[in-house]
T-cell receptor, first 111, second 112 residues
Framework: DVKVTQSSRYLVKRTGEKVFLECVQD?????MFWYRQDPGLGLRLIYF???????EKGDIPEGYSVSREKKERFSLILESASTNQTSMYLC??????????FGQGTRLTVV | QKEVEQNSGPLSVPEGAIASLNCTYS??????FFWYRQYSGKSPELIMF????GDKEDGRFTAQLNKASQYVSLLIRDSQPSDSATYLC????????????FGAGTTVTVRA
């Protein structure tokens, strides 16, 4: 079974903190994604990566950055957390053109 | 314009009825289309994928794709209370087919 693991299920951070969300997949997938999910807005793509050290902005990259130093690991970084970044964050991985598999999600609250 | 649009819900259907979900997409060159189901508090899970025009059936689920109209749909036959969930349409976009974009989702409630 494909396994996508996110480092935390729940996270509470203070405004202005630097926040790291980690994601690891075990299926040698080229593509990895970070989405956020908010009520009524569906999944919105923040960043994605199609290879090691390669990244592209999604639809809402402002306030975020990413890192992919190894194929299996994709990190989302909130440089200075703000309350409007309180959300559910979902990591996913896929082979090109095929379905994406999701991690369990990280519920981030910024206070 | 949003790349992937789904019919707004919520959709309420009686048990045993057919639930019909619709999705349109803006990139005419898209090649891969997916339907995910998401239960409350859980991550999305794939239920159907379709790459070619026409219908694809898997148990009680049928996906329909019409690339000329840029339209993909999902039919759930003999709806069960366990089908109550949010259904998300996803599309791989060109030029390189690895950007995966989702619609906002349609919430389905099956009434017993």
């Amino acid at each position: 079974d494909v396994k996508v693991t996110q480092s935390s299920r729940y996270l509470v951070k203070r405004t202005g903190e630097k926040v790291f969300l980690e994601c690891v997949q075990d299926m040698d997938h080229e593509n990895m994604f970070w989405y956020r999910q908010d009520p009524g807005l569906g999944l919105r793509l923040i960043y994605f990566s199609y290879d090691v050290k390669m990244k592209e902005k999604g639809d809402i990259p402002e306030g975020y950055s990413v890192s992919r130093e190894k194929k299996e690991r994709f990190s989302l970084i909130l440089e200075s957390a703000s309350t409007n970044q309180t959300s559910m964050y979902l990591c996913a991985s896929s082979l090109q053109g095929y379905e994406a598999f999701f991690g369990q999600g990280t519920r981030l609250t910024v206070v | 314009q949003k790349e992937v649009e789904q019919n707004s819900g919520p959709l309420s259907v009686p048990e045993g009825a057919i639930a019909s979900l619709n999705c349109t997409y803006s990139d005419r060159g898209s090649q891969s289309f997916f339907w995910y189901r998401q239960y409350s508090g859980k991550s999305p899970e794939l239920i159907m994928f379709i790459y070619s025009n026409g219908d694809k059936e898997d148990g009680r689920f049928t996906a329909q794709l019409n690339k000329a109209s840029q339209y993909v749909s999902l039919l759930i036959r003999d709806s069960q209370p366990s089908d109550s969930a949010t259904y998300l349409c996803a599309v791989n976009e060109r030029p390189n087919d690895y950007k995966l974009s989702f619609g906002a989702g349609t919430t389905v409630t099956v009434r017993a």
